[in-house]
């Protein structure tokens, strides 16, 4: 079975602070997909990033960066310099490739505050 | 490109009614999945079509059924609604089955309230 772990439930930063949020997968295939999406409060899932088991590169998108490392299965997510539209729930999720079906954490809240 | 589509996006029913929702995936998508989001069970998947067959199915009662048609648009059927089924539903579409190429894309959802 597949399981998401975001430990973290809440967290609340000061506008351009640098934020982490962390994700910690549990998975018995060696073929997977870790998916971050954003969810804003009009409700839509806002696709972020998707990473492939075989590839442990970290990523780099202008404020956003994603830290794979298998060797504790995790998948952690950094924004730098803060921005209050940042302020969202974000979820990370795993995908095992068979299917379509996304194993969703509980999700983070980040308020950015002015 | 237009995204993921769902149609309402509010509804109200009364316990004991039956609620049909609707889902147009990205154009050429073939894959519709549904999610259910409450506040206690966080995201869970509800069920997977793909060229109009179910191919996956997550553990809800049998109340829960969808179908997919040709054009690739899906609904999903709740039956003998219960207060618990309050919840916003999500519909995502992904062009394959999974694979290496594998994304998806999720609608704005469809919020519904049992009363």
């Known amino acids: 079975a597949q399981k998401v772990t975001q430990a973290q439930t809440e967290i609340s930063v000061v506008e351009k602070e640098d934020v982490t949020l962390d994700c910690v997968y549990e998975t018995r295939d060696t073929t997977y997909y870790l998916f971050w999406y954003k969810q804003p409060p009009s409700g839509e899932l806002v696709f972020l990033i998707r990473r492939n088991s075989f590839d442990e590169q970290n990523e780099i998108s202008g404020r956003y960066s994603w830290n794979f490392q298998k060797s504790t299965s995790s998948f952690n997510f950094t924004i730098t310099a803060s921005q209050v539209v940042d302020s969202a729930v974000y979820f990370c999720a795993l995908n095992t490739g068979a299917n379509s079906k996304l194993t969703f954490g509980k999700g983070i809240t980040l308020s950015v505050r002015p | 490109k237009a995204g993921v589509t769902q149609t309402p996006r509010y509804l109200i029913k009364t316990r004991g009614q039956q609620v049909t929702l609707s889902c147009s995936p990205i154009s050429g998508h073939r894959s519709v999945s549904w999610y259910q989001q409450t506040p206690g069970q966080g995201l869970q998947f509800l069920f997977e079509?793909?060229?109009?067959?179910?191919?996956n199915k997550g553990n809800f009662p049998g109340r829960f059924s969808g179908r997919q048609f040709s054009n690739s648009r899906s609904e999903m059927n709740v039956s003998t609604l219960e207060l618990g089924d309050s919840a916003l539903y999500l519909c995502a579409s992904s062009p394959t089955l999974g694979g290496t190429s594998y994304e998806q894309y999720f609608g704005p959802g469809t919020r519904l309230t049992v009363t």
């Open positions: 079509y793909f060229s109009e067959t179910q191919r």
